[in-house]
Nanobody, 123 residues
């Protein structure tokens, strides 16, 4: 499975970005998907996850009400809509595939990773 993340950039605090992650080489519609982020000098942090049908989602507390994860199985793509961005959201954002059909916050339980896309929020 190959993942290609895109949509990052520089935005002012309070602004919005939508990240996309296109998957290829596997059966996307069967996979649970997650978004993680990693700021300089910090560990990789769980952001959001979604089940294979898009009916169940889970968020870390710091992004609840601001971020929305969604997917389009016809396009083999998962999205992360980020609104009301804050400087502390600045990080490299990664998408990941989980093949065991569980929603999990643990990076080591994800099987495939994209290359990351940089999100920078200025104050």
């Amino acid at each position: 499975v190959q993942l290609q993340a895109s949509g990052g950039g520089l935005v002012q605090a309070g602004g919005s970005l939508r990240l996309s992650c296109a998957a290829s080489g596997g059966t996307f519609s069967r996979y649970y998907m997650g978004w993680f982020r990693q700021a300089p000098g910090k560990e990789r942090e769980f952001v959001a996850a979604i089940d294979w049908r898009g009916r169940s989602t889970y968020y870390t507390d710091s992004v609840k009400g601001r971020f929305t994860i969604s997917r389009d199985n016809a396009k083999n793509t998962v999205y992360l809509q980020m609104n009301s961005l804050k400087p502390e959201d600045t990080a490299v954002y990664y998408c990941a595939v989980e093949t065991s059909a569980i929603i999990t916050t643990k990076p080591y339980e994800y099987d495939y990773w994209g290359q990351g896309t940089q999100v920078t929020v200025s104050s």
